[in-house]
């Protein structure tokens, strides 16, 4: 571009300002990189960029009569239009009076409460649309704002390092603002400063409101008060569909369901934007009507669950008719919402809060893991009873085995003792009697001996019977003894054989169940690695451009990537998603 003409008046333009200036008609001078005003073009509109001392005649009158163009007063306006000539004034210079007036009235910005209704980025630039609404959600006043680049990376990591949020839709800001007016664009107000203290309190006090409410109808612990599950055989998800909480939970929760130890049921739903909180109260309502018409017993717990995000994301969820709802429940309800550092009203009237999604799955699979270990402590001890109730049966049955044996080697003790002496006293009996018998008379010495033989004969026959019956008392007593303790032996065996068997099938169970559990998630592993692997070779140009993004090239093909790469009036192709068009640089800026 050749140099302006003499004519042209340069300007002194903070960088700031460049855009304001461009957009009122000043021009680039790259040779001397100064913005200038082309000849010919009215001064009053850049009076605030003129040389210090200038004497701009023209810009006073122009401003004198866009001034003019505003009032009421016909006469008034007939006169000023008179000092213009007959033609009038120009639009370009009416709306730089505007734009005049606007920048004097406000040089430095004024601190304003906004509400941000809608948001968008570009070139780093963040282009907002602000309204203020009063208690019933009317709005009372809206209009656009913008952050320069230059400004946004200053401010915006400092107000979401200190808030934990981030400029979206629905949240309310206190920020600095100027207003500005432009012939082209119109009326704005651009943004310098954002105080986050003021957002971090209206958020909180939204949760203290809902909080003191919830205590004043109390009903704030109600759900915490329920005894937390004892176990857990079925349970009622809600979550963001396809998010990574859910991801996160389902890593864990599908090994339960796969061996079928807990089932769950998954509801889906927004958990941002607005209507968010509605729309979960709607879904666990109609979920839980549907489970009740189904299933004979309820749910042992509600889940909510979402990953992590802004602090304002999670703000939607402090709703006091979500978290009334969530009161009113009679079954305990479990949150995972975010990260540790997180915090909603949702967590504070739960049953029970975790950190994050894969926890509260860690939560239910470690109280099933502790019912289980229970399970089988109580089988040990029931085993180990029975042992040594078995190992307690045998050493009764061998102590009386061996009690029987002894009573009886001393009953047939006893009796051959006795059996003895009673056969002494008869022999000695008969000698004395045979000897008085020989001392009285010879004549009566046959009947003595026949008297005697007889004697012999009856005490013999006594002794046998005797000896017999004794016997045979012991050994009946020793038989029926055996009897009894086979008997006991045999069914603490029995009982033993099964235990051990059905503990042999329980091992052999649960080894297919972790193989078949091992091939299960390397088959998983390897599915999702070829996925993600045929994704990365799936990315090209043609979805960078689908993305928004541009390719420029210079006229041999070759990329252009910088502005250093092209001159003033070279000749570039640009290329979109549906074709190319040619372009020719004008300056540099």
């Known amino acids: 571009m050749q140099n302006p003409a003499v004519a042209s008046t340069y300007l002194t333009v903070a960088f700031k300002d460049k855009d304001a200036a461009k957009a009122l008609g000043a021009r680039w001078d790259g040779v001397q990189r100064q913005w200038y005003v082309p000849e010919g073009r009215e001064l009053s509109p850049f009076a605030q960029w003129l040389p210090a001392g200038m004497n701009a005649v023209s810009a006073s009158t122009s401003t004198t009569l866009a001034s003019a163009q505003l009032q009421d007063d016909a006469t008034t306006r007939g006169s000023n239009l008179a000092l213009a000539g007959k033609k009038g004034v120009s639009l370009s210079s009416l709306l730089a009076g505007v734009s005049q007036a606007v920048a004097q009235a406000y040089r430095a910005g004024v601190w304003t409460l906004v509400e941000v209704v809608e948001l968008r980025a570009n070139g780093g630039h963040i282009f907002m649309g602000v309204s203020e609404r009063d208690a019933s959600g009317a709005v009372l006043a809206k209009t656009s704002a913008v952050i320069w680049q230059s400004t946004a990376n200053t ?117 941002q934007g607005e209507g968010a909180a509605k729309e979960i109260c709607d879904a666990l309502q109609a979920a839980l009507d549907a489970w009740l018409y189904a299933e004979s017993a309820p749910p042992d717990a509600v889940v909510i669950i979402r990953g992590g995000g802004a602090v304002n994301d999670m703000a939607w969820l402090n709703d006091y008719d979500l978290a009334r709802f969530i009161c009113d429940l009679n079954i305990p309800v479990l949150t995972g919402i975010g990260h540790e550092r997180d915090n909603t009203v949702l967590d504070e009237v739960a049953n029970t809060r975790f950190d994050t999604p894969s926890k509260v799955a860690a939560g239910i699979e470690h109280v099933i893991s502790r019912r289980t270990t229970e399970a089988k402590a109580h089988f040990e001890g029931i085993h180990n009873r029975a042992r040594q109730q078995v190992q307690s049966v045998k050493a009764d049955t061998v102590a009386m085995e061996s009690a029987i044996r002894s009573e009886g080697l001393r009953h047939l003790s006893q009796g051959r003792l006795e059996s003895s002496k009673l056969m002494n006293g008869i022999h000695l009996d008969a000698m004395q009697v045979v000897r008085s018998a020989a001392e009285t008379s010879r004549e009566t010495l046959q009947d003595v001996k026949t008297a005697a033989v007889n004697q012999l004969a009856d005490a013999k026959r006594e002794v046998p019977l005797a000896w017999g019956q004794i016997t045979l008392g012991t050994g009946h007593a020793v038989q029926t003894a055996r009897a009894l303790a086979n008997g006991l032996v045999g069914g603490v065996l029995d009982l033993t054989r099964r235990a051990v068997a059905d503990a042999k099938s329980l091992t052999a169970t649960a080894m297919d169940t972790v193989g078949t559990s091992s091939r299960q998630n390397l088959r998983e592993s390897k599915d999702r690695s070829e996925a993600l692997i045929s994704e990365i070779a799936g990315q090209g140009p043609d979805k960078t451009l689908k993305r928004g993004f541009a390719l420029v090239r210079s006229p041999d093909g070759k990329p252009v990537t910088r502005a250093s790469q092209t001159s003033t009036g070279a000749a570039l192709e640009i290329e979109f998603s549906d074709g190319k068009v040619n372009a020719i640089t004008d300056q540099h800026v």
């Open 155 to 271: 401010i915006l990591p400092e107000f979401e390092r200190a808030t934990g949020a981030q400029l979206a839709p629905g949240i309310k800001l206190l920020v600095r603002a100027r207003p500005v007016f432009k012939p082209l664009h119109g009326f704005s107000i651009e943004i310098d400063a954002i105080d986050p203290e003021y957002t971090l309190g209206d958020l909180e006090a939204k949760k203290r409101e809902i909080r003191e409410r919830l205590q004043m109808e109390g009903v704030f612990t109600a759900n915490k008060q329920l005894p937390s599950p004892w176990d857990f055989n079925a349970v009622l998800v809600v979550a963001p569909e396809g998010g990574a909480g859910l991801g996160d939970f389902q890593a864990e929760a599908n090994r339960l369901e796969q061996f079928r130890v807990c089932r769950f049921t998954y509801v889906y739903s927004r958990f």
